[in-house]
């Protein structure tokens, strides 16, 4: 009889102990399953962004190899610069001491085409989940006329903002091509510029690193290859080379 309770004794303290092993590796394993499908994301968006001649500025890695797009006075890692934006159609203004991260600003105008492209599918993002993360469509280098006749072709319900030309931002800080996307994270840096016509890559890419801040990383030099650190100390893990 005491052997039996015995070994019933070490079934039960096994079980438990395996029990214990799982409960503290799942959130190590989705940590890793969350960086390898943003990974995986940053490795397709590579290829797209090459094939459109785009580019994406990443915190954790770039994608593209034409840069001649990008901002010429904003990075990524850097502290979001002072903004104010007038809304689009009525009085009042955002400044960013006004926004909390993370949100995405889209600099667009109604004579570009990637813009015209990029837009309705932005709105189909917001208005179904699939982007998580607030977007303000800013105005830029455009006639208000021809700006509300696009807009009213479309029927939305989004933010838009205008670039003051008085002090324009994007003149300061280079935005000379657009469209031009920019994600803030929490902490009010710079998290990601997506130069170019965004599309369902760079779309699911930007809300999955805008909620896992720190997670996965992406080297151009070698792309088909996950780097070896893939959660950065905001991720607050390590994970290892993957095989």
């Known amino acids: 009889m005491m052997a039996k309770r015995h070994l019933i004794g070490v079934i039960l303290v096994t079980t438990l102990l395996a029990l214990a092993g799982q409960w503290t590796a799942t959130p190590a394993r989705a940590d890793e399953e969350k960086a390898l499908h943003i990974y995986d994301l940053a490795r397709q968006l590579h290829s797209e962004d090459i094939d459109n001649g785009n580019y994406t500025a990443w915190v954790n890695g770039n994608m593209g190899h034409d840069e001649t797009g990008r901002p010429g006075k904003l990075d990524v890692g850097q502290a979001m610069p002072d903004f104010q934006f007038k809304y689009f159609d009525r009085d009042g203004q955002i400044t960013r001491k006004a926004l909390k991260g993370p949100y995405i600003l889209n600099f667009w105008a109604s004579w570009c085409p990637p813009c015209r492209d990029e837009f309705p599918l932005l709105v ?21 006329a021809d700006a509300q006749r696009f807009l009213a072709n479309m029927q939305l319900k989004a933010t838009i903002l205008v670039d003051d030309p008085k ?15 920019i994600l803030v994270d929490a902490e009010g840096n710079v998290q990601a510029i997506h130069s170019g016509g965004m599309t369902d890559y760079s779309i699911e890419f930007f809300n999955e690193i805008a909620n896992n801040p720190g997670i996965s990383a992406f080297d151009a030099s070698d792309p088909d290859q996950p780097p070896e650190n893939m959660v950065t100390e905001a991720g607050k893990s390590t994970l290892s080379r993957a095989n």
Not at 168 to 176: I, T
């Open 124 to 144: 189909e993002n917001i208005e179904n989940d699939g982007l998580t993360v607030p977007v303000y469509f800013v105005n830029v280098y455009d006639r208000k």
């Open 167 to 181: 002090t324009s931002f994007a003149e300061k800080y280079g935005l000379h091509a657009i469209p031009q996307t």
